[in-house]
């Protein structure tokens, strides 16, 4: 009972690599029913191959099996259920052993993580767009420090990340104009976007440069404002 309420995919497999039990989710997530999948090998029910090289993955109950080790899935492992359709997947087998009987069998648990590879992917693709954007993209805290700072702003404002992160944004402001930081703080607090603001910032090397300011509210999984993400 307990293993077929569980949210992660369960199957054990007998010493021999056969299938003898899956539960419901790894029912949905193969394609394969538990009637079905009964005393097959386990290679046939659960096939699983790398995302990139389309090569199959060593499946790691049967490692676990000729090793009497717990087993982890390689990353980017790609599980081909019975209809052809494909889910990212995660998971870790273990063999199952008594003190009498020895290995008996193994344990696979796994679980779909298509979302969460799709994300990371997303999250990936925006990274790259930042670093390599010729424009200045900075991110800063409510406070006002700078928590992210591309290859962007270091060609404008002369600072390499690691001299600004966790410093004022005041660090690149006149002095005579720090009363804007203030007003666009409070803006970013109400969720106002500013656009196209026209300003004055300071280099590294002292010089003052002429900018265009874009600033947006960043926001958190619930929707609230966790600090301002600025393009200049």
């Given at each position: 009972?307990?293993?077929?309420?569980?949210?992660?995919?369960?199957?054990?497999?007998?010493?021999q690599g056969r299938v003898n039990f899956m539960n419901r989710?790894?029912e949905s997530l193969t394609g394969w029913s538990n009637t079905?999948?009964?005393?097959?090998?386990?290679?046939?029910?659960?096939?699983?191959?790398?995302?990139?090289?389309?090569?199959?993955?060593a499946n790691p109950a049967l490692r676990a099996l000729d090793?009497?080790?717990?087993?982890?899935?390689?990353?980017?492992?790609?599980?081909?259920?019975?209809?052809?359709?494909?889910?990212?997947?995660?998971?870790?087998?273990?063999?199952?052993?008594?003190?009498?009987?020895?290995?008996?069998?193994?344990?696979?648990?796994?679980?779909?993580?298509?979302?969460?590879?799709?994300?990371?992917?997303?999250?990936?693709?925006?990274?790259?767009?930042?670093?390599?954007?010729?424009?200045?993209?900075?991110?800063?805290?409510?406070?006002?420090?700078?928590?992210?700072?591309?290859?962007?702003?270091?060609?404008?404002?002369?600072?390499?990340?690691?001299?600004?992160?966790?410093?004022?944004?005041?660090?690149?402001?006149?002095?005579?104009?720090?009363?804007?930081?203030?007003?666009?703080?409070?803006?970013?607090?109400?969720?106002?976007?500013?656009?196209?603001?026209?300003?004055?910032?300071?280099?590294?090397?002292?010089?003052?440069?002429?900018?265009?300011?874009?600033?947006?509210?960043?926001?958190?999984?619930?929707?609230?404002?966790?600090?301002?993400?600025?393009?200049?």
């Open positions: 009972v307990t293993l077929d309420s569980i949210g992660d995919a369960v199957l054990t497999t007998d010493a989710v790894a079905e999948a009964l005393g097959k090998p386990l290679e046939h029910v659960f096939t699983i191959v790398n995302e990139q090289t389309r090569q199959r993955v090793h009497g080790v717990i087993v982890g899935l390689a990353n980017h492992s790609v599980l081909i259920a019975k209809d052809g359709s494909e889910r990212a997947i995660d998971d870790s087998a273990a063999p199952i052993h008594t003190p009498e009987a020895g290995i008996m069998g193994a344990v696979l648990v796994f679980r779909d993580i298509t979302e969460r590879r799709h994300a990371e992917r997303t999250q990936a693709t925006l990274a790259a767009i930042v670093e390599s954007s010729d424009d200045a993209i900075v991110s800063k805290n409510l406070e006002g420090r700078i928590i992210s700072w591309n290859a962007g702003a270091e060609r404008l404002f002369g600072y390499r990340e690691e001299e600004v992160i966790g410093q004022p944004t005041t660090l690149i402001i006149p002095q005579d104009r720090r009363d804007e930081e203030t007003a666009i703080l409070q803006r970013i607090r109400n969720g106002e976007r500013v656009d196209h603001y026209e300003t004055v910032r300071v280099r590294k090397d002292g010089t003052r440069v002429d900018i265009s300011l874009m600033v947006s509210p960043v926001k958190g999984p619930c929707g609230d404002i966790l600090g301002a993400s600025k393009i200049a």
